[in-house]
């Protein structure tokens, strides 16, 4: 018997050509339930999809290896959206989590993590 597939969302790539994939009960059981309950959801994952594709910043998770942290400010929700990948080995990228989060708690979650991209800057 053939197993289901999960439904997409989207599937996109980063700005380090991996393919990253938003599934639809991560969206909805997760992203929208726990950090997004007053928002659009069409604005969500265009949100969601636009940091994945262009951050401004990619950081290593500090809790998990294979993790990583995309930053992007977006007015609209917060002051940046953050997006959680998990990568496991063949450079696919599944979204884990997303939340707005302002500029103060962004600073303190992103203290002392090591940056991913760009390579260039600090």
């Keep these: 018997m053939k197993k289901e597939e999960r439904p997409k969302v989207f599937s996109t790539s980063d700005p380090l050509n991996r393919k990253v994939i938003l599934y639809a ?14 928002y659009d ?5 265009n949100d969601i999809k636009s940091t994945v594709e262009k951050p401004e ?10 993790r990583e942290v995309f930053i992007k400010e977006i007015s609209n929700v917060s002051d940046y ?8 080995g063949d450079n696919t990228g599944i ?5 707005p989060v302002n500029k103060k708690k962004l600073g303190r979650q992103m203290r002392n993590a ?9």
């Design 114 to 122: 090591k940056k991913k991209y760009p390579e260039d800057e600090n």
């Design 81 to 88: 959206t953050s997006v959680v990948v998990e990568y496991k």
């Design 95 to 99: 979204v884990a989590t997303s939340y």
């Design 41 to 45: 959801k069409s604005q969500v994952v």
């Design 25 to 38: 009960d991560t969206l909805e059981k997760h992203i929208m339930e726990r950090h997004y309950t007053a």
């Design 57 to 66: 910043k990619i950081y290593y998770d500090k809790n998990i290896d294979t």
